[in-house]
Nanobody, 126 residues
Framework: QVQLAESGGGLVQAGGSLRLSCAAS?????????MGWFRQAPGKERDFVSS????????YYADSVKGRFTISRDNAKNTVYLQMNSLKSEDTSTYYC??????????????????WGQGAQVTVSS
């Protein structure tokens, strides 16, 4: 069983930056799993934000965050990151880290992720 724990959320002014971290523990080797970030606002569906391949060499982004957010991973630390710059009020949401099964590729579909963190709140004030 894989446990995921997000950190780094908070309140920031529009135009500011935050970095989310997601530490993984348990289960198969972290480096064997594609990872993703999703977000969900109250009353809305869970939306894809970004995903990264096992090696970190391939990344994907939602159009709404492309050019502002950067996903990365440190397999030695079992951690995936989401650097968020030029934040906008519409980025306000709960952000979730997710892990796919072993030896899988990145996906934009939340139903293809097996494990989820508890979420980190990001609030951007305008």
């Amino acid at each position: 069983q894989v446990q995921l724990a997000e950190s780094g959320g908070g309140l920031v002014q529009a135009g500011g930056s935050l970095r989310l971290s997601c530490a993984a523990s348990g289960g198969r080797t972290f480096s064997s799993r594609a990872m993703g970030w999703f977000r969900q606002a109250p009353g809305k569906e869970r939306d894809f934000v970004s995903s990264i391949s096992r090696s970190g060499g391939t990344t994907y982004y939602a159009d709404s965050v492309k050019g502002r957010f950067t996903i990365s991973r440190d397999n030695a630390k079992n951690t995936v990151y989401l650097q968020m710059n030029s934040l906008k009020s519409e980025d306000t949401s709960t952000y979730y880290c997710a892990a796919r099964g072993a030896y899988t590729t990145p996906s934009t579909n939340p139903s293809e992720y097996n494990y989820w963190g508890q979420g980190a709140q990001v609030t951007v004030s305008s």
